[in-house]
C-alpha cells in the first residue's frame, strides 16, 4: 500500500516534470505559431490601410482635387509660380468641403502632392505646404510604390509638418504609417502621396474583443521601432532581447516576478520584398500558461492513478481471496471431518498445490469414510481384533454378497418368556444383558460374525467376512461354551426364584450367501439361505429330542472331531426332502462318554432296524436321558401303529 | 511728362524692334495621335482634329474681341477654345434648358450661376493654363479653354495639320494639347523659327484610357438635378 503510494507519489511528480517540460515545449511552440499569425495581422493590417489609401486615391473627388493640385499648366507651359499653391487650396476646399469620412474617416492621414508639397493634413487641415519637404517614406512612395513605417511618438513630434496633432500623440505607442502613391490619368506618375496612420495599440496591440474567437489572453506583444521606441501590452523594465539571446529562439524574460517565455521576429513590411518595420515579441506568461496544462492533467491523472490503484487493489484483494479460498474451504471440511462429517469432499480447482492439497484431503477423507463403512459394517458382528484385521486387509471383507460354505449357529433361551412375565421390563433386560454380555464374550472369543440378538435369540456364524478353516469346529465349541455360560448363569437366576435357565442350540454348515442386506438406510451384514433355516429349525427341533444343542451331520463332520457328538437321528425339518443326520453335543473330544450314550446308540440301531420293542428297551435302559426318553416312548407309538413297509427311519418334523 | 516720355520710347522700341531685327515667321506641322488599345499597341488616331498647337515663351496683347463657347444640345460648341490671356469668353446659352457653367481649374475658378436659354456669361482669362469648363447641371458636357500667353496658336484640323503665324524668329517651345475629354498627354517640342521664314514641326500625343469624370462646382458627385426652371437664378 505504502509502495504503491510512493511510486504513484514518483510518478506523479516524474509526469508533472515531463507535462511542464511539454507545456514549455508547447508554449515555445505556440510563440511560434503566435508570431507568425501577428505578423500575418501586422501584414493584414498594412493591406487594410493601403487599401484604404488606394481606394482614397483612386476616389473620384480625389482625383478631381488632385488634378488641381498637380495642374498640368505647368507641364503644359501655361503654369505660373502661384498656381501650384492656388491648386493646392483649391483641394484643401474639396476635402474640406466633401464628405471627410470618404477620405478616411477618424484615422490620421495627409496628402502630399507630386512635388512632395502638402496639400492636407488631417491633423492641421489650415497647414500649407510651402515648399516641397524632404521625407524618405514620400520619396519611396513616390520612386518605388507603397511603402510602410513605425513611427515613434519622437519622430512624429519631429516632423515639418502636422500629422498627429500634439494632444493625441501617445506616449509608449507607435504609429504604423503607410504611405500609398496615388495616380492619377497616368498609371507610370504618381500625383501624390497619400499617408495613412494607425496606432500600434489599436489595430495589433488590441486586447481582442470578448466576443473574438481568438481570446488568448496569455500572449502579450510588444511592438519596436528602429530607433528603439516600443510599443507593449505589458509594462516592461527590461529589454526584451540580449546578446544572449538567440534568433528565432523562445527564452525567459523576468517581468517582475513573472516568467515570461519570448520569442523574437521581425515586423515584416507590406511585402517580403520590403524592409522590415522594426520588431515583434511575443511574451506568453509560463506560469499561468502552464497552470491550465497541469490543471488540466491533474484534474485527469489523479483520479486515474487512485482508480488503477483502488482497481489494483481490489484486484489484489480478489485474487488473494480466490487463492485462499480453497484452503478456507480446507479448514471447513477439516473442522466437519473432526466434527465426524465424513460426507465433506472439498471441490479441487487447478492442478496447483492447492488443488493437490485438496485432492489428498479428499483422498483421505475417502479413506476415514471407508474405513469407517468396515467398522460400521462389522463392529457388532465381529470382535474388534477381526474389524482391525478387515482394516487392515479391507479386501478380505468382500462386503458384497457372496456364497460360501458357512456355519450358523442358532441359540435360544427356553422359557425365557415365561420368565419375562414374572420381572419387571428392567430386571428383564439387565437379565438379558448379563446374559448377552457374557455370550458375546464366547462368541468374540470364538470369532464368530454376530449376526443379530432375535429377543433372547442370537444368530451368528462363520467363515464370513474373514474366511476361518476351522468354523465349523468353532462354532461346536462356541455351542459347548454357551451351554456353560447358561449353566454358569442358572444358580443365579434360581437365587432369585426363577424358572431354571436353559437353552437351545442348532448348528449348521452348508453354502449360503453373506453380504450386507438391506436399504442404504439400514443395512446388516448378514447371511441368508437353506443352510440359516435349517439351523434355526435344527435349534428348534431340539426341543424335540428333549437335548440342548442339535447340530447337522456337515457341521460335525467339518469340526473334525474336535468335539464329541451323539448321533440322534435322521431328521426331516419341515419344507426340506432331504432328511438331516443330527446330532447333540456331548462335550469337547476329551470327554469322557456316559454310559448311557451306549445305550442310546444300540436302541438307535435297533430303532432304525425296525426292531422298536428291543430298541425300547434299550432306550428305556438310561432314564436320566431326555433322548432315550423320547426315542422310547417314539417306540411305544410305532409298535402301536406300526411304520409302513418303505421306512427309512428317517422322522419328519411336521412343525417348526 | 516724363513718364508719357518713357512709354512712348518703349512703344517705339517694341514696334521698331521687330521690324528693325527680322520679320515674323511661321510654324507648319502636323500631330500624330495614337490611341493606346488594351492590349497595350498603340494605333493611330484617323480623327486628329481639335488639338491646340501652341507657342510659349513670350507674350501678346489679348484680342479685344470676345471669344464665343456656347452651349447647344447639352454641347459646348466648341469643345475646345484656345484664348490669349487677359481675353474675354462668352458664353451663351442657345439650348432649350437651363445650363450652369464653371470651372474649378487652377488657372481659372469661375461660376456663371444658373443661365436660362438665351441668356449669356462673359468670363474673363487673365491667367495662362488649361481650363476645364463644365455644366453644373449636365455632367456629360465637357469644354476646354486654353488660355496661352500669345496669339500664336491654332487648331488641327482633320488631319492633324496646323499653321501658326507671326511667330517671332527665335527658339521656341511647342506645345500640341487635346481637348481634356479626349484625355491624351501633352506634347512638347522646340521650334527655331528662321526670321520670316516656316518651320516645320511634328507633334505626338499619345492617348491613355482614363475615365473622364468630373465632379460638380462643389466638389461632389453629380446627382440627378432638374435643368428646366421658369425661375431666374
New interface residues.
Given amino acids: 500500500m505504502a509502495l504503491a503510494g510512493a511510486s504513484l507519489v514518483a510518478a506523479f511528480v516524474l509526469t508533472t516534470l515531463a507535462v511542464k517540460d511539454a507545456a514549455r515545449q508547447k508554449i515555445a511552440s505556440d510563440l511560434e505559431r503566435t508570431l507568425g499569425s501577428f505578423q500575418r495581422r501586422a501584414r493584414i493590417s498594412q493591406e487594410r490601410i493601403r487599401d484604404v489609401a488606394e481606394a482614397r486615391a483612386k476616389d473620384r473627388s480625389f482625383r478631381e482635387m488632385s488634378l488641381s493640385v498637380n495642374s498640368q499648366d505647368a507641364q503644359a507651359g501655361l503654369g505660373d509660380e502661384t498656381a501650384e499653391a492656388d491648386g493646392i487650396r483649391e483641394a484643401r476646399y474639396v476635402i474640406d468641403s466633401a464628405d471627410t469620412d470618404a477620405f478616411g474617416g477618424e484615422l490620421p492621414w495627409a496628402f502630399f502632392n507630386a512635388s512632395r508639397r502638402l496639400v492636407y493634413t488631417r491633423a492641421a487641415p489650415k497647414q500649407l505646404g510651402d515648399k516641397p519637404l524632404e521625407l524618405p517614406l514620400l520619396d519611396a512612395a513616390l520612386n518605388t510604390g507603397p511603402r510602410s513605417a513605425l513611427w515613434s511618438p519622437a519622430q512624429l513630434r519631429a516632423l515639418p509638418f502636422t500629422f498627429i496633432r500634439q494632444d493625441d500623440l501617445r506616449e509608449g505607442d507607435l504609429l504604423l504609417v503607410h504611405a500609398q502613391p496615388a495616380y492619377g490619368t497616368s498609371h507610370e506618375v504618381p500625383v501624390g502621396v497619400v499617408l495613412s496612420g494607425q496606432w500600434v495599440t489599436d489595430v495589433l496591440l488590441k486586447e481582442p474583443d470578448s466576443g473574438s474567437q481568438m481570446v488568448d489572453t496569455q500572449v502579450h506583444f510588444a511592438v519596436r521601432a528602429e530607433d528603439g521606441t516600443m510599443a507593449t501590452q505589458l509594462p516592461l523594465e527590461t529589454r526584451l532581447d540580449g546578446p544572449d539571446m538567440e534568433a528565432g529562439q523562445a527564452h525567459d524574460v523576468y517581468l517582475g516576478d513573472t516568467l515570461y517565455l519570448v520569442r523574437e521576429g521581425p515586423l515584416s513590411g507590406l511585402t517580403d520584398k520590403s524592409p522590415p518595420l522594426g520588431q515583434v515579441f511575443v511574451l506568453r506568461d509560463f506560469d499561468v500558461e502552464i497552470k491550465p496544462i497541469l490543471q488540466r492533467f491533474q484534474l485527469w491523472l489523479m483520479p486515474t492513478a487512485v482508480g488503477i490503484v483502488l482497481f489494483a487493489l481490489a484486484a489484489a484483494f480478489f485474487l488473494a481471496r480466490g487463492l485462499a479460498s480453497p484452503l478456507v474451504e480446507l479448514e471447513a471440511a477439516a473442522g466437519r471431518v473432526r466434527l465426524g462429517d465424513l460426507t465433506v469432499e472439498v471441490p479441487v480447482r487447478g492442478t496447483d498445490e492447492v488443488g493437490r492439497v485438496a485432492q489428498s484431503f479428499n483422498e483421505m477423507v475417502s479413506g476415514l469414510r471407508q474405513r469407517d463403512q468396515i467398522k460400521g459394517l462389522f463392529k457388532r458382528y465381529l470382535a474388534p481384533q477381526v474389524v482391525d484385521e478387515l482394516l487392515k486387509n479391507p479386501e478380505k471383507a468382500a462386503p458384497g454378497g457372496e456364497r460360501k460354505l458357512l456355519t450358523v449357529l442358532f441359540s435360544d433361551l427356553v422359557g425365557f418368556t415365561s420368565m419375562s412375565e414374572q420381572l419387571s421390563p428392567e430386571e428383564l433386560v439387565a437379565l438379558l444383558n448379563t446374559y448377552f454380555e457374557q455370550a458375546t464374550g464366547v462368541l468374540t472369543l470364538h470369532g464368530a460374525t454376530l449376526d443379530k440378538f432375535i429377543g433372547d435369540a442370537i444368530m451368528c456364524f462363520w467363515n464370513a467376512p474373514l474366511p476361518l478353516e476351522d468354523h465349523a469346529a468353532r462354532a461346536c465349541l462356541t455351542a459347548l461354551d454357551l451351554l456353560a455360560v447358561v449353566d454358569r448363569l442358572s444358580p443365579v437366576f434360581e437365587a432369585r426364584g426363577l424358572p431354571r435357565l436353559d437353552c437351545r442350540i442348532g448348528i449348521n454348515t452348508g453354502h449360503a450367501v453373506a453380504g450386507n442386506l438391506g436399504s442404504s438406510a439400514a443395512q446388516d451384514y448378514t447371511v441368508i439361505g437353506d443352510t440359516v433355516n435349517l439351523a434355526s429349525r435344527l435349534e428348534g427341533a431340539a426341543k424335540v429330542y428333549g437335548t440342548r444343542t442339535l447340530v447337522a451331520e456337515d457341521t460335525l463332520l467339518a469340526a473334525r472331531g474336535v468335539v464329541l457328538a451323539r448321533e440322534l437321528d435322521l431328521l426331516r425339518v419341515k419344507g426340506k426332502q432331504q432328511p438331516v443326520r443330527v446330532f447333540e453335543l456331548v462335550g469337547t473330544a476329551d470327554t469322557v462318554p456316559a454310559p448311557h450314550l451306549a445305550h442310546f446308540a444300540e436302541g438307535l440301531a435297533l430303532y432304525r432296524s425296525q426292531r422298536f420293542t428291543e430298541a425300547r428297551a434299550a432306550f428305556l435302559a438310561s432314564p436320566e436321558d431326555p433322548p432315550s426318553q423320547r426315542f422310547a416312548a417314539r417306540c411305544d407309538t410305532l409298535l402301536v401303529t406300526p411304520p409302513p413297509q418303505d421306512w427309512d427311519g428317517v422322522f419328519t418334523l411336521d412343525s417348526k | 511728362m516724363g513718364g508719357g516720355t518713357v512709354k512712348l520710347l518703349l512703344l517705339a522700341l517694341l514696334l521698331a524692334a521687330p521690324l528693325a531685327s527680322a520679320e515674323p515667321g511661321s510654324v507648319r506641322g502636323e500631330v500624330r495621335i495614337f490611341v493606346t488599345g488594351p492590349d497595350g499597341k498603340q494605333t493611330p488616331k484617323a480623327d486628329r482634329s481639335g488639338v491646340v498647337v501652341y507657342l510659349?515663351g513670350y507674350t501678346e496683347e489679348a484680342p479685344t474681341e470676345v471669344a464665343k463657347m456656347s452651349q447647344r444640345d447639352k454641347t459646348f460648341f466648341p469643345s475646345v477654345l484656345p484664348i490669349v490671356a487677359g481675353q474675354k469668353v462668352e458664353f451663351a446659352n442657345r439650348d432649350v434648358v437651363l445650363h450652369n457653367v464653371f470651372s474649378?481649374?487652377?488657372?481659372r475658378?469661375f461660376d456663371a450661376g444658373k443661365n436660362r436659354p438665351g441668356e449669356t456669361y462673359v468670363e474673363t482669362f487673365k491667367?495662362?493654363?488649361?481650363i476645364d469648363v463644365y455644366c453644373d447641371i449636365h455632367e456629360q458636357m465637357v469644354a476646354t479653354v486654353?488660355?496661352?500667353?500669345n496669339r500664336a496658336f491654332a487648331v488641327t484640323d482633320k488631319d492633324g495639320r496646323f499653321e501658326l503665324r507671326g511667330v517671332p524668329p527665335g527658339r521656341h517651345?511647342l506645345?500640341a494639347?487635346h481637348r481634356r475629354d479626349e484625355?491624351s498627354?501633352?506634347a512638347?517640342v522646340e521650334v527655331v523659327v528662321e526670321s520670316g521664314g516656316t518651320a516645320t514641326a511634328t507633334l505626338e500625343l499619345t492617348e491613355?484610357r482614363?475615365?473622364d469624370?468630373?465632379?460638380d462646382k462643389?466638389?461632389?458627385?453629380y446627382g440627378p438635378r432638374p435643368d428646366y426652371s421658369d425661375k431666374s437664378p
Avoid: E, Q
Wanted: glycine residues 6%.
Fill in positions: 510659349t474649378r481649374s487652377v488657372a475658378r491667367k495662362t493654363g488649361i486654353v488660355v496661352v500667353p517651345p506645345f494639347m484625355k498627354d501633352i512638347r491613355t482614363a475615365d469624370t468630373h465632379l462643389h466638389g461632389k458627385k
